[in-house]
C-alpha cells in the first residue's frame, strides 16, 4: 500500500458523536467498539483498535472499519467475536484497518476464510462463505458493506463512503467538507436541510444549487435519520 494510503487511513476525521450520527449508531455503542469498555468490573478490549486509548478522535480507517461492523449489528452474536479475525487479518495483510482495505473482500479471501477457520468464527459474522458451486463469496453483509465504499484504485482502501448505498447520493469524503455528508456534486447535506427547514421548496434549493431536486430530497431524509439518532442519545 502507497504512503498516501496509509496516511489517509490513519487521518483523524470526526469525533466520536460526530461519527455515531453518521453512522446511524448510538455514540456509547460506537465508543465500545472502537475503544472498548468496562462493566461490573470487568474490562473488554476494543474491537477496533489494538488497545483502549480513551481517545474519542476517529481516525478515517476506524471508522470505515466501524461502518463494517455496522451491517452485522442485527445479528445476535457480540461483535467483540470479531476482534481475533481483525487482528490476524491485520498481521496476514501488514495493515492497520484491514477491513477499510480492498484484499479482504477480492485477492484475499482465501485468506479470510481461513482466519474465520482459525479463530472458529461464528458463522453469522462471517466475511466470506462457501458458495454452492464450492467458490468462495462474500457473506450478505460484508456484501453490502462493499457495495456502500469506493476503493481507491491506487492502494485499495476505501476511499469514500455511501451511507445508504451508492444508488443513494449522499457521500462522506475525507478529502471533501472535512469528510461531512455532501451530495455527489460537494454541497453539504446540512446546508441543504436547513433552507429546506426553514421553509424553502426543494425545487427551488435544487435549482439553486443546480442540482436534480432527488439529491436535495435525499439530504433532508439523511439529516432527519442523523438528528433522529442523536435525540434517541441524548
Avoid at 18 to 47: C, E, F, H, M
Amino acid at each position: 500500500m502507497d504512503e498516501a494510503g496509509i496516511e489517509l487511513l490513519h487521518r483523524p476525521v470526526y469525533g466520536m458523536s460526530q461519527a455515531a450520527r453518521l453512522l446511524n449508531l448510538r455514540a456509547d455503542g460506537l465508543r465500545r467498539w472502537i475503544d472498548g469498555y468496562s462493566r461490573a468490573g470487568k474490562t473488554y478490549a476494543p474491537v477496533i483498535r489494538e488497545t483502549s486509548t480513551g481517545n474519542d478522535s476517529i481516525t478515517w480507517g476506524e471508522f470505515i472499519e466501524a461502518g463494517y461492523l455496522r451491517e452485522y449489528r442485527a445479528k445476535q452474536v457480540p461483535l467483540q467475536y470479531l476482534r481475533p479475525v481483525i487482528g490476524l487479518l491485520r498481521e496476514r495483510f501488514d495493515v492497520q484497518y484491514p477491513l477499510a482495505t480492498l484484499k479482504p473482500y477480492t485477492s484475499g479471501k482465501d485468506l479470510a476464510m481461513e482466519v474465520q477457520q482459525f479463530v472458529g468464527l461464528d458463522p453469522d459474522l462471517s466475511i466470506v462463505v462457501l458458495g454452492r458451486d464450492g467458490t468462495l463469496k462474500l457473506a450478505d453483509q460484508a456484501s453490502a458493506f462493499v457495495d456502500k465504499v469506493e476503493f481507491t484504485d491506487e492502494a485499495g482502501i476505501a476511499g469514500r463512503l455511501f451511507p445508504y448505498g451508492k444508488q443513494v447520493p449522499i457521500v462522506l469524503d475525507p478529502e471533501r467538507s472535512f469528510g461531512e455528508p455532501t451530495v455527489p456534486d460537494g454541497v453539504r447535506t446540512d446546508i441543504l436541510a436547513e433552507l429546506v427547514e426553514a421553509g424553502e421548496d426543494p425545487r427551488r434549493v435544487a435549482e439553486l444549487y443546480e442540482l436534480p431536486v432527488t439529491d436535495v430530497e435525499q439530504a433532508v431524509r439523511f439529516e432527519q435519520g442523523a438528528m433522529k439518532v442523536s435525540a434517541e442519545a441524548a
